[in-house]
């Protein structure tokens, strides 16, 4: 099994920055696409930003140009670089890994959120 560790949430002004991370760890074969996902009070939870294990990218619209995802294989990682952030970025914010098994069946992984409030 995987545990997704995050880390990197609080308390930030309108316009700051923040940087989440995702460590993975467990037993596994490989880590295919790693997600953040985010979901605020009332609504849906929504794909923010994803990255493939080949370095491939896709981000919401909402937040494309101030987000990016990036990831370190060697350290089965995930970031989320969170720039010009605006009221509406507050959230919970969930890391998702899509995990090969050893078995050569993937699974589905998600972390424990991390709360992410933008304030003005």
């Known amino acids: 099994q995987v545990q997704l560790v995050e880390s990197g949430g609080g308390l930030v002004q309108v316009g700051g920055s923040l940087r989440l991370s995702c460590e993975a760890s467990?037993?596994?074969?490989?880590?295919?696409?790693m997600d953040w996902y985010r979901q605020a009070p009332g609504k849906q939870r929504e794909l923010v930003a994803a990255i493939t294990s080949g370095g491939g990218t896709n981000y919401a619209d909402s937040v494309k140009g101030r987000f990016t995802i990036s990831r370190d294989n060697d350290k089965n990682t995930v970031h989320l670089q969170m720039n010009s952030l605006k009221l509406e970025d507050t959230a919970v914010y969930y890391c998702?890994?899509?995990?090969?098994?050893?078995?050569?069946?993937?699974?589905?992984?998600w972390g424990q959120g991390t709360q992410v409030t933008v304030s003005s």
């Open positions: 998702h890994a899509d995990v090969m098994g050893l078995a050569g069946v993937s699974w589905d992984y």
């Open positions: 467990g037993t596994f074969f490989s880590i295919n696409a």
